[in-house]
């Protein structure tokens, strides 16, 4: 059965916005947990633009399911990452002025230094998963680099639905899922999801978590986050 990863910066987004100390990533975490989440997610941007080292060590300490750090392959970042010891690293792209991220890695290309990171990480423990377009040689690399997961970036999807590009996009999604799990990658999933389009992606099956943020935390200022958190859990376990 699929679990909720639940991505929690937004909350640091909003409390950037005044500069001041609230809303607190830290007790979302905690909230998110009690209401069924079974991780959280948080990308420690280089240029601290929601999450702060000061929420990375905290919720290190605070976290009970499992911590997820989205980060780029750099060495500020794996120094970071070695120290805090999350219990899952993912290495994402990472461009300075992107509203969010726009694509998956290029792991084909930057194979050699993905693979050097990987190995330190996965050397001191901590489970790493690379995020990548759905794109079936970019999940071979993925699994040449020693990675434990792919985390399949289901923008495109999320842009296409309701559209009749929308089953090219699922089709693409559900082949790169046959082929991790045949290599033996772990198959996350994440990017754009909301209430109304996690259905069709959670129907093909294999998923093993679905890291999702911006949709519950939007949702959660209306209804509170406790029961947007409830409500996605629900869908997730559609099958």
Same mark, same amino acid.
């Given at each position: 059965m699929a679990k909720l990863?639940?991505?929690?910066?937004?909350?640091? #987004?909003? +409390?950037?916005?005044?500069?001041?100390?609230?809303?607190?990533?830290?007790?979302?975490?905690?909230?998110?947990?009690?209401?069924?989440?079974?991780?959280? #997610?948080?990308?420690?941007?280089?240029?601290r633009r929601h999450i702060q080292d000061r929420d990375l060590h905290i919720l290190r300490q605070t976290v009970k399911t499992k911590l997820n750090l989205e980060m780029a392959a750099t060495q500020e970042m794996v120094k970071i990452a070695l120290k805090v010891k999350p219990e899952q690293v993912t290495?994402?792209?990472?461009? &300075?002025?992107?509203? #969010?991220?726009?694509?998956?890695?290029?792991?084909?290309l930057n194979l050699k230094a993905i693979s050097e990171v990987t190995k &330190?990480?996965?050397?001191?423990?901590?489970?790493?998963?690379?995020?990548?377009d759905p794109n079936q040689e970019q999940v071979k690399a993925a699994n040449k680099s020693g990675a434990?997961?792919?985390?399949?970036? #289901?923008?495109r999807f999320a842009e296409s639905f309701g559209t009749v590009e929308m089953k090219h996009e699922l089709?693409?999604?559900?082949?790169?899922?046959?082929?991790?799990?045949?290599?033996?990658?772990?198959?996350?999933?994440?990017?754009?999801?909301?209430?109304?389009n996690i259905k069709p992606i959670a129907t093909l099956g294999g998923i093993e978590e679905y890291n999702i943020g911006h949709s519950i935390i939007s949702r959660a200022v209306l209804v509170g986050l406790d +029961?947007?958190?409830?409500?996605?859990v629900e869908l997730i376990k559609y099958v």
């Open positions: 990863g639940l991505n929690i910066d937004h909350v640091a #987004t909003v +409390r950037q916005a005044r500069g001041g100390v609230e809303p607190d990533p830290v007790a979302a975490a905690a909230i998110g947990e009690l209401a069924g989440a079974e991780g959280i #997610t948080i990308h420690l941007r280089e240029d290495l994402v792209p990472e461009k &300075r002025q992107e509203l #969010t991220t726009e694509g998956g890695l290029d792991v084909i &330190r990480l996965r050397g001191d423990g901590i489970s790493v998963s690379l995020f990548v434990d997961y792919i985390e399949i970036h #289901t923008g089709d693409m999604i559900d082949t790169v899922i046959k082929l991790a799990k045949k290599v033996g990658l772990g198959i996350n999933a994440g990017h754009g999801l909301n209430y109304v +029961r947007a958190v409830r409500d996605m």
